[in-house]
């Protein structure tokens, strides 16, 4: 099993950055899938951005391409996702998820393991 825990959220402006973390539990974190997941009030999950276990393969929403990035230390069992030229519309609670699937998926049902949330609010 997998335990994760977020942090780094907050409030930016409008353009700004932030780096989100999210460092898990468990002896096998290397070997999960691990992705980053957003919720905006009265909105569905939405899928954000996928690493494989090597971290050879990503993938990423399309309204965030370019702009968010995601990066994993195995060592430090700790997957991150850094946000840059931040929009109002990111703002979101931003999850960290696991699966251990072995595909850098975009659905919320393939992922078995999730974190409490972190609140990123991007005002304008």
């Known amino acids: 099993q997998v335990q994760l825990v977020e942090s780094g959220g907050g409030l930016v402006q409008a353009g700004g950055s932030r780096r989100l973390s999210c460092a898990a539990s468990g002896r096998t974190f290397s070997r999960y899938v691990m992705g980053w997941f957003r919720q905006a009030p009265g909105k569905e999950r939405e899928f954000v951005a996928a690493m494989s276990w090597s971290g050879g393969s990503t993938v990423y929403a399309d309204s965030v391409k370019g702009r968010f990035y995601i990066s994993r230390d195995n060592a430090k069992n700790t997957v991150y996702l850094q946000m840059i030229s931040l929009k109002p519309e990111d703002t979101a609670v931003y999850y960290c998820?696991?699966?251990?699937?072995?595909?850098?998926?975009?659905?919320?049902?393939?992922?078995?393991?999730w974190g409490q949330g972190t609140q990123v609010t991007v005002s304008s």
């Open positions: 998820a696991a699966q251990g699937a072995g595909t850098t998926s975009r659905r919320v049902s393939e992922y078995a393991y």
